[in-house]
């Protein structure tokens, strides 16, 4: 979902962009997953600052932060933090 949010955004097509962050949220709430430091990464590089993928992918990272057994390592949530500035 990750792609189509992506393209949709490239293409600024927000009822799609919609969809896919929505269907997304989902897709993470009932796997009960946490999207990965090279999922964070790509959203980042691949949107500017308040997108929705952006914003949702901070709220994540800083779940993943105060929830240490849950996610990446706190070493490897150091280094995303770093990279985000």
């Given amino acids: 979902m990750i792609?189509?949010?992506l393209i949709a955004y490239k293409l600024m097509i927000a009822s799609l962009e919609d969809l896919a962050m929505e269907l997304l949220g989902n897709g993470y709430y009932k796997s009960d997953l946490y999207p990965t430091v090279e999922e964070i990464e790509l959203a980042?590089?691949?949107?500017?600052?308040?997108?929705?993928?952006r914003a949702y992918m901070?709220?994540?990272?800083?779940?993943m932060?105060?929830?240490s057994t849950v996610g990446p390592s706190r070493d490897e949530l150091y280094g995303l933090?770093?990279?985000?500035?």
Avoid at 44 to 53: D, E, H, I, Q, R
Avoid at 58 to 63: G, V
């Fill in 65 to 67: 932060i105060f929830t």
């Fill in 3 to 5: 792609d189509v949010y």
């Fill in 44 to 53: 980042y590089s691949m949107t500017s600052p308040g997108s929705a993928l």
């Fill in 81 to 85: 933090s770093v990279n985000m500035r």
């Fill in 58 to 63: 901070l709220r994540q990272f800083q779940y």
